[in-house]
């Protein structure tokens, strides 16, 4: 079975996405062959079509919140079957077999988990290649399944956006008492007050755009703190057991440590690399007993975990469902925070393209 598809592509850190012919690896017995129907835009996507991390491959089909249907299956599936409605996020294999592993922490494999995108496949090598394309072949392993009351469109930002706030709050044990807060409301940030409210955590948005606040609320947040507004921020010193940041540039990180309550913990998804404008002054981590930890998406079993809790509370991301085509546009208003809060691809548009 020769598997040829349409896909968007970068080519370069400063060409826009274009339409991109591949063929996806022949399935093994092990591997199901899934038509897309929508992929979640991540800021991750933009940031590696862009090289902003310096080690993207190109081309590079980005897109790791996928959603589908099952159309092929290898002789050795058991776990799902054609027809089905099934996930795929950020992770397409792992070692199975380290430490972390063993735990069910296969996003931090200690031999390298095998991204969606932007890695190499462990059998024969090829370059993975993501959701913005009309199928995908994946390992029964790392397929998710979708309880049958997820809407479909609005699971996709799960995947990534979603499990990367449910792990860390999972992690540090949010539960009802817990006073948990955010930093940023984009696309993960939306999914952490969504999430956080439903683990019946006190909730509080940590934003620079004072048009949120109406949002925030309606997305579960109890308060919103201007982040730039210190009377604001002096005002929930000593509050918060655990607060996500999501954003993703370099900012300062000193004023979140005081709204720690003892014992807190700051955990960073967003940012990754150097604090080189504005250096952590760690005396208030040593005085408190205070933590900057991060943490990568979620394991396996978790993203299961976190769809069945999505299901059963009625939660899904608030998206807005863009065509392929519009790619290039929707990253630009994405770097402007003009999303509510979710693009997701319609992937039909993709499959219509001559
Ligand atoms: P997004 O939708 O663009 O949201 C980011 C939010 O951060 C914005 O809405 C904005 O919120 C705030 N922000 C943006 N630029 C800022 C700046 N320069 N200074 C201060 N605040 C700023 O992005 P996303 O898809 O949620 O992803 C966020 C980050 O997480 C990205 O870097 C992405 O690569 C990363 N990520 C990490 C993981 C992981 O596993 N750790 C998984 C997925 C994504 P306000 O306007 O409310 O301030
Ligand atoms: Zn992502
Ligand atoms: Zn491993």
């Known amino acids: 079975m020769t598997i040829a598809v349409k896909s968007y592509a970068a080519t370069s850190p400063t060409s826009p996405l274009g339409l991109f012919h591949f063929v996806r690896r022949d399935p093994r017995p092990e591997d199901v062959v899934i038509e897309i129907l929508y992929a979640g835009v991540c800021h991750t996507d933009l940031h590696v079509a862009r ?72 059998v024969d090598g090829t ?42 709050l999972r992690h540090w044990k949010v539960a009802p008492g817990s006073r948990v807060g955010i930093v940023g409301l984009g696309g993960l940030g939306h999914m952490g007050l969504k999430l ?54 370099e900012h300062d990180l000193n004023p979140y440590i005081p709204a720690l309550a003892t014992g807190g913990t700051l955990v960073l998804v967003g940012y990754l690399g150097p604090l080189q404008q504005t250096p952590v002054r760690t005396s208030g981590m040593v005085v408190g007993r205070k933590a900057i930890a991060g943490s990568l998406i979620g394991g396996i079993a978790e993203t299961q975990e976190m ?30 925070s003009d999303v509510k809060y979710r693009f997701v691809i319609d992937i039909a548009s993709l499959r219509a393209q001559a």
């Open 127 to 168: 370059p993975t290649q993501g959701g913005y394309s009309e199928q995908i072949v994946v390992t029964q392993d790392f397929v998710l399944e979708l309880p049958g009351k997820l809407d479909l469109a609005g699971a996709a930002p799960l995947l990534c956006a979603g499990v990367t706030m449910w792990s860390p």
């Open 196 to 249: 956080a409210k439903a683990l019946g955590a006190e909730v509080t948005l940590f934003s620079r755009s004072p048009g949120k606040e109406e949002d925030a609320r309606r997305l579960g947040a109890d308060r919103v703190v201007i982040s730039a507004d210190k009377a604001q921020m002096k005002s929930v010193a000593g509050r918060f057991d655990l607060i996500i940041d999501t954003v993703p540039y």
């Open 51 to 122: 090289n902003d991390w310096g080690w993207s491959q190109y081309p590079v089909v980005p897109g790791h919140e996928i959603i589908g249907r099952v159309t092929a299956v290898g002789d050795k599936v058991t776990r799902v079957k054609v027809g089905d409605r099934v996930g795929v996020g950020c992770m397409v294999d792992a070692c199975r077999d380290c430490g972390a592993c063993r735990k069910g922490w296969e996003q931090y494999c200690e031999k390298g988990s095998t991204s969606t995108y932007g890695s190499k496949d462990r």
């Open 307 to 336: 769809l069945e809790f999505c299901a059963d509370k009625g939660i899904s991301a608030d998206i807005e469902m863009i065509n392929m085509q519009q790619i290039n546009e929707s990253y630009e208003r994405m770097l402007k």
